[in-house]
């Protein structure tokens, strides 16, 4: 098959999404398809600073077509970013690639704005449309403006396949699009076994003294960013050892640092992490902290688990379908900052407790979460949609309204 996967944040972001994306691409190619990858990127220093940026790298067996943001980096200006502007830009490309040797699929990674884009080429070239829906789509795209709402009604009514992470991820927007759950087909997310995994001759959930606690990923407040620090200071106060490190960059990366340095608590802040270092990075840790408030599927909770340790995360969507309150790792309630605390030094004290929590979450993680499994749903989708007519009846034109996301667009 000749596949077009429309991307919106690829390396050198600093995306789970990235992770995603690279490990698909690679699955497809050793499935002997023919892959094209176009992807937007920030080359503007403000999107570069909170995400990471710059023109997609080559990935071996794809062609890559890199295609700047010119729009949402035109956030500053009257009006906002013009998110629109790329979107006729990523359908000209998609449909000069296309000229170029026709698609059997076109795939886009986000409801908005790449699903959008992809149902827009499909008018024009009959090809039939998978979308992932993720995180900020199903979490607060279409309640920001009625332009982002109609648009992601339309994929989410038309795509011809929606492929979503869980089904807490799925019941959230149903609930608040009012899409039928039956447009949705579950693929979890999933992680590469064979490069994220237990350091040789370590047990899971070893530790040193004292206990190395690790957040990594976006440096974001809707992660839980700053709740890790303020939780960090309530076991100073109780007396409880630990050695924190904060991996990784963001919009929340400077408040983070303003408030380690007000409370002088000496987290190590260790900045942009390259997808080649990152299996070290866990390597270098005990325990994995993710108080994030909504996940779409948590890509950083997969690499924990699959690296031996132990994670203290939160009941939160997309990450109570992977994780279980005390049988493979411990949840308070988003925002809980001493809920947080309290399961923060029950791993960092209790020995057996870290080492029953690791050992549980790297059994289902090689068992469930591995790319040869979920590869295989990805690909059984793409073959019943081969050679189908897309759904089409839509009207293409959107009105521009007034969005919150044009002033920040990074946090779409």
Known sequence: MRILFLSRRF???ISGMSVYALNLLRLLVDAGHDVTMVSQYRGDPVGTKIYGGGPPPPVPGVRVVGLRSFGEEAFAEPGGADFERDIDAMVDTILAEHMRAPFD???AQYGYPNGWAVLLAAQRIGVPTVVSIQGGDGHWVGS????HRHAMLHVLERADRLLIGCESFAAEVVERLGV??????IVP??????QFHPSPGRHPG??????RLLYHGRVDRRK???DFIEALDLLRAQGVRFSATISGIGPDLEPCRTRDAELGLGIAFTGYADYAATPSVYRDADAFVSPTYAEGFSNTVLEAMASGLPTVSCTAVGVVDCLRHDQNGLLSTPGDVAGLAANLRRVIEDGPLRARLAAAALE???RVYSWEAVGRQILAVYESLRGTAPNCDFNPTLMRDACRFRAQPHLL
């Open 11 to 13: 390396f050198p972001a």
């Open 105 to 107: 699929i076109l795939h």
């Open 144 to 147: 920001c403006c009625e332009t």
């Open 180 to 185: 039928q759950r039956d447009r949705f087909t």
């Open 189 to 194: 997310g999933a992680v590469d076994v064979q």
């Open 206 to 211: 070893a530790a040193a003294d004292p206990v």
């Open 224 to 226: 839980g960013a700053l």
């Open 364 to 366: 289902e993680c090689r």
